[in-house]
């Protein structure tokens, strides 16, 4: 318990600026929203103009454009990436930070075993994650409100915010076990931005082939697609199930990997 609230103080400072950041960029993008349903046949016509490809890697569906959930859907790509970068870097950054800091020996003669570590910080990160995406669904709905031109599925909006907590989850797993596989982790953003990007990228890519079912499990960014959510009102079971996968087999991979390496402090 003390190392899960010692690590919750710890991370109180940047899980404020990260939930400030994605507040103020959906809220940057939302008050365009008013705008944009005033000019809609303009708006539609020069999305129009764009390549399929292109509207492809944009999330740009143009029958549900000129709704708040279809306009939001669109922007929600650029929420989710920086979401994402803000998990990875937490996963990454946690365990391995004993190291960096010179604080391993320290902890490790502590009477908890490993595995009481692994978990107190893996729930510290989970805790942070989610007061993260409640504060922003929070805050998200109230400017939706006051920016829509129509009534919109609660639930919808619901669903669309809670893809942005599963790519997290994602991420911080695949944070955590690549944090546990080296030894000695000087620094975690180059190898964070590095994964998160080119993931994104390759998503983009992947968005761009007509029959990608198959390419998208290569990327988390594509597992939930948000004209799907609109339309069925659920997400694909296939690529639900292959998130879930991921951290499971990433996080029990942390654990036996971390219970067996030798650790030692950064010279």
Known sequence: MNIFLFELKALRKSTFIWTCSIIALAALFLSIYPSMVSEAEDFKKLLGGYSPSVRAMLGINLDYITSILGFYSMIFSF????GAIQAMNLGTSIISKESRERT??????????????VTAKLLAAFTTLLATDIVFLGVSSLIANSVKSADYSGKIFFMINLTLFFTQLIFLAIGVVVSVFFNKLKSVLPISLGVVFGTYMIG????????????????????????????????????L?????????????????????DIHAVN
């Open 104 to 117: 391993a020996d320290f902890l490790l003669v502590k009477p908890v075993s490993r595995s009481t570590i």
């Open 241 to 261: 199930a292959a998130g879930t996968a991921i951290i499971v087999i990433a996080i029990a991979a942390s654990y036996i990997i971390y219970n067996k390496k």
């Open 79 to 82: 929420i989710i990436l920086c």
């Open 204 to 239: 983009a890519l992947i968005a761009t082939e007509k029959n990608n079912d198959l390419a998208r499990f290569i990327s988390p960014f594509k597992y939930f697609d948000i004209t799907y959510i609109i339309k069925n009102a659920s997400y694909e079971t296939p690529y």
